[in-house]
């Protein structure tokens, strides 16, 4: 498989399987995600977007297919190589238990570390940067347990960042915060790659936030892909109702000009007498 060497980090599959058991979750999946680019991945609940991004960063195995980085397959790549190259932030993840915000974020340089070497200037420097870029500096010696959700989310991304991986792949990251929340986390990914050049593969559940934010959108329904391109392209009334079963008018976004999708109104119902 050949990839565009001016855009590296380009993950692909072939023909993926995914399954949990006997339960088959993404079948036969042909999908290229450009490098240098953001991604979203969207689609109905139990679709297989986690479960895609699980097998995209190797904590699946393929039942059937390949997964591959730059034309490389991910499973045959050594752990700590891949690990540099691919950082993970997972859906809620698992805090250790009264660890501070920097300790956690310290944990991001685990791939970079070789046994008996010191904690370098570089491990330092990257951890201060990650903690910058997140705003969570002044977190730093917060246990991350005691953290308002916001908090806790940028903390997270704060250890895929000192991870120091150009490709950043990011599951659910704005579930379960509220609107001022979910905006700073999508600004803070949006300036990764504008500043930073980072990739970007994230999972999110708003269309509207999936096609403001991202340049490439990846639609799944029942572990298959319905549609893969630019927002404007990919999001039509008559994919959202075919995917979502949600009928719906596809207006221009009054702020961005991206497709914002507005749903129909239910039918009057007769008034009572």
Not at 23 to 42: C, E, K, N, Q, S
Not at 62 to 75: E, K, Q, W, Y
Request: net charge negative; charged share 20%.
């Amino acid at each position: 498989m050949t990839t565009d060497s001016a855009n590296p980090n380009q993950l692909a599959t072939a023909g993926l399987q995914l399954r949990y058991g006997d339960r088959l979750i993404v079948d036969g999946l042909d999908l290229t995600l450009p490098g240098g680019a953001v991604t979203a991945i969207v689609g109905p609940n139990a679709c297989g977007k986690s479960t895609l991004l699980r097998g995209l960063t190797r904590l699946l195995d393929p039942a059937a297919g390949t997964v591959t980085l730059d034309g490389s397959d991910i499973h045959r790549m050594p752990a700590r190589a891949l690990a540099k190259r691919l950082g993970l932030l997972p859906q809620q993840p698992v805090t250790p238990e009264a660890i501070t915000v920097e300790s956690l974020v310290r944990l991001g340089r685990y791939p970079h570390q070789r046994m008996l070497s010191p904690w370098s200037a570089a491990d330092q420097a990257a951890v201060e940067e990650a903690l910058a870029r997140t705003g969570t500096a002044e977190l730093r010696d917060r246990p991350v347990d005691q953290l308002s959700g916001g908090q806790r989310q940028r903390a997270w991304i704060a250890l895929a960042l000192a991870q120091d991986t150009e490709l950043l792949l990011l599951d659910e990251p704005t579930t379960f915060l509220d609107l001022r929340h979910q905006l700073d986390v999508l600004d803070l990914v949006a300036d990764l790659h504008e500043e930073a050049g980072r990739t970007v593969v994230m999972v999110l559940h708003d269309l509207g936030q999936a096609a403001r934010y991202a340049d490439h959108l990846v639609v799944l329904k029942d572990g298959h892909l319905m549609a893969a391109g630019a927002p404007a392209e990919v999001l039509t009334a008559e994919l959202v109702e075919s995917v979502f079963q949600v009928p719906c008018q596809i207006v221009p976004d009054p702020e961005t000009g991206t497709p914002l999708v507005v749903p129909r109104a239910r039918s009057r119902r007769p008034a009572r007498v």
